[in-house]
Structures are given as structure tokens and as C-alpha cells.
Nanobody, 132 residues
């Protein structure tokens, strides 16, 4: 059974940094599309970043240059390094995994690059709060 457990959330001031971790079990990292999503109160869940099994990364326009997704296969752990945090980054952050590549989860429209949330496995979330 696939399980994902996030950690590393917390409260920081604007401009600060946090690193989220997502430890997985029940499957082998490197053979799935991995993603980070977030959901703020009253808003829809949105994709933040994805990491494909070949190492390809993609980011939502709002976090480019500030967030970095990475993984340590030996530790079965996915990371999201978040720098230069803004109050609008406040949300519950979730990691997700899905068999196959990330290509099918990427949507590009007039408003930019987005990710669909049709991932098979989800963690329980970790809260990130950024104060101004």
C-alpha cells in the first residue's frame, strides 16, 4: 500500500524559507510522477511543482525562481525547498504520486502552466503559514 507522509511545514515571516519533505513507502521512487500541491482556505487545490522519473521538473508560474522540487531516491523522500516566501504562499501543502510520467498532468493555457490533480496517491498535508 502506497503511503505518503509530509513534514516540515510551519510558520515563517515573509522572505523566509522552509523545506517540506514527503516520505513515501509501498512503491519505488523514480518510477512515478511526483508532485507538490497546495490549497488555501476558500480556494481550489493548485499544483506547485512536479518531478518526473527522468528528472524533469516543472513549476507553477507563481513559484518559479523561489521553489525547488527534488528527491532522494535512497531515502524515498521528495522535497520542496521554498525560499522568499510570501503571504500568498500560505496553504496546506500536499505531496502526490502517480504512475507514469508527469506530462499528462501538465496543462498550458492562456493563464500559464498548471497541473491537474488527477494523482492516485496523496499525503495528509502539512500547513505552511507566511506572515507579513
Amino acid at each position: 500500500q502506497v503511503q505518503l507522509v509530509e513534514s516540515g511545514g510551519g510558520s515563517v515571516q515573509a522572505g523566509g524559507s522552509l523545506r517540506l519533505s514527503c516520505t513515501g513507502s509501498g512503491y519505488t521512487y523514480g518510477s512515478y510522477c511526483m508532485g507538490w500541491f497546495r490549497q488555501a482556505p476558500g480556494k481550489e487545490r493548485e499544483g506547485v511543482a512536479t518531478l518526473d522519473s527522468d528528472g524533469t521538473t516543472n513549476y507553477a508560474d507563481s513559484v518559479i525562481g523561489r521553489f525547488t522540487i527534488s528527491q532522494d531516491n535512497a531515502k524515498n523522500t521528495l522535497y520542496l525547498q521554498m525560499n522568499s516566501l510570501k503571504p500568498e504562499d500560505t496553504a496546506m501543502y500536499y505531496c502526490a504520486a502517480d504512475r507514469g510520467t508527469c506530462v499528462g498532468h501538465i496543462v498550458v493555457d492562456l493563464s500559464g502552466l498548471k497541473f491537474d490533480s488527477d494523482f492516485q496517491y496523496w499525503g495528509q498535508g502539512t500547513q505552511v503559514t507566511v506572515s507579513s
